[in-house]
Structures are given as C-alpha cells and as structure tokens.
C-alpha cells in the first residue's frame, strides 16, 4: 500500500462522490497537497481561491493533487466550500481520520497546506500556503522543501 494511501485508509472521494483508489497508477510519483481549511475560516476563503488557480495552472505540468481535509461545523457547510475546489477530498464523515491528520501533521491554525510525496507519505512541505501566497506565486520551484 503506498505511503498516501495508508494515510487515508480509503474515504478519498472524488467530485462525483466516488471513493479513490489511492494505490492507483495514477497517483505514483505524484506529490498531494492536503488541504486543511473551512468554510467559516476567513482566511481559507481567502486563500481558497489562490489555491484553485494555482492548482489549474500547475495540476497537471506538475503532477499535483491536492484533498481537502475540512474542518468545516457540519456537512451542509463542507458542501457549500467543497462546490468551490476542483480536487479530492476526504470524506466529511470520517472526522476521526480528519483529527488524526490534523495531528499527525501537527495542524495548530488553518488554512494549512502540507505537501507529501504519494509513495512514501513523507512530507515534503508544511508551509506551502506560504509559497503559493508569497514566496513562489509561479510555482517555479514547486515541490518546495521545508
């Protein structure tokens, strides 16, 4: 089981609501931003939309994924934010799983993007909100290392 997937244990799903295998091929080699934010956040709707023009440009050129992790109050709130994104995102309903990354990755104020290589889980980044919002808008040197 590669190194994401074990992570997650199962409840990515996609935009249509569907689970993502996240042993599959297409996500060998891929660095996976995990997105922790929510709705009531008013900086995560600020970033939010940074994010999704950074991820349109860079998505694909730069084999990127990203899931959200919300931290959103219930679910009609992670549906409403979740309309916004174009990537994966961890099942609202696995909130265990939501604290036990948020603690893993040591998660203390949000919006946060931590950046891991989908082989091996390993962090590559914890700060790369930062690097999106001002220290490398174009992406030039995306994977950043912390």
């Keep these: 089981m590669a190194g994401l997937a074990k992570l997650f244990d199962g409840h990515v799903l996609d935009k249509s609501n569907k689970e993502i295998n996240l042993n599959d091929d297409q996500f060998k080699g891929k660095v996976v931003g995990l997105y922790f934010s929510g709705h009531w956040c008013p900086p995560?709707?600020?970033f939010t939309p940074k994010l999704v023009d950074f991820y349109?440009?860079?998505?694909?050129?730069?084999?990127?994924?990203?899931?959200?992790?919300?931290?959103d109050r219930n679910e009609a709130?992670?549906?409403?934010y979740y309309k916004e994104m174009p990537w994966l995102t961890l099942s609202f309903t696995d909130r265990k799983n939501k604290e036990e990354l948020a603690n893993k990755f040591n998660?203390?104020?949000?919006?946060?993007?931590v950046l891991v290589d989908a082989d091996s889980g390993d962090v590559i980044c914890t700060d790369a909100r930062n690097y999106?919002?001002?220290?490398?808008?174009?992406?030039d040197n995306f994977p950043w290392k912390s």
């Design 44 to 46: 995560c709707r600020d």
């Design 56 to 71: 349109n440009k860079h998505a694909q050129k730069k084999n990127f994924e990203i899931i959200f992790v919300s931290f």
């Design 77 to 80: 709130a992670f549906n409403d």
């Design 107 to 113: 998660i203390s104020g949000i919006p946060a993007l």
């Design 132 to 139: 999106i919002q001002h220290e490398d808008t174009n992406g």
